[in-house]
């Protein structure tokens, strides 16, 4: 069962892909079971506010939480080794998209 991270704003299925990794404001995380939508959690993000050095950190958070796949519109630089490391697939996805929309392009190629 894939744990899914999409950086968001309010968070949920019907919030749209946050332009920013480290600086959203929440991370929708679901959770798939066969292509399907377990379970869905809205987790703040910590780190948001910090003045710098924040992508290694959420990283960090989001290989705590368990995640195996981040849907991000960006790329961390410093945050990517350690997402890696951590065994966490890094999937492009357009800032703007509907989580829901993003999730649905994920499950077709899972």
């Given at each position: 069962?894939?744990?899914?991270?999409?950086?968001?704003?309010?968070?949920?299925?019907?919030?749209?892909?946050?332009?920013?990794?480290?600086?959203?404001?929440?991370?929708?995380?679901?959770?798939?079971?066969?292509?399907?939508?377990?379970?869905?959690?809205?987790?703040?993000?910590?780190?948001?506010?910090?003045?710098?050095?924040?992508?290694?950190?959420?990283?960090?958070f989001l290989v705590n939480l368990g995640?195996?796949?981040?849907?991000?519109?960006?790329?961390?630089?410093?945050?990517?080794?350690?997402?890696?490391?951590?065994?966490?697939?890094?999937?492009?996805?357009?800032?703007?998209?509907?989580?829901?929309?993003a999730l649905r392009s994920l499950r077709?190629?899972?």
């Amino acid at each position: 069962m894939p744990k899914v991270a999409v950086p968001t704003s309010k968070g949920g299925l019907d919030d749209r892909v946050h332009e920013s990794l480290v600086r959203a404001e929440t991370f929708t995380v679901v959770e798939l079971d066969g292509g399907n939508i377990k379970e869905v959690q809205v987790i703040e993000n910590p780190y948001r506010g910090e003045p710098h050095g924040a992508g290694p950190k959420v990283a960090l958070f989001l290989v705590n939480l368990g995640v195996d796949v981040l849907l991000t519109p960006m790329e961390c630089p410093k945050g990517k080794p350690i997402l890696e490391a951590g065994g966490v697939r890094i999937v492009k996805v357009k800032a703007g998209k509907r989580v829901e929309e993003a999730l649905r392009s994920l499950r077709s190629s899972l």
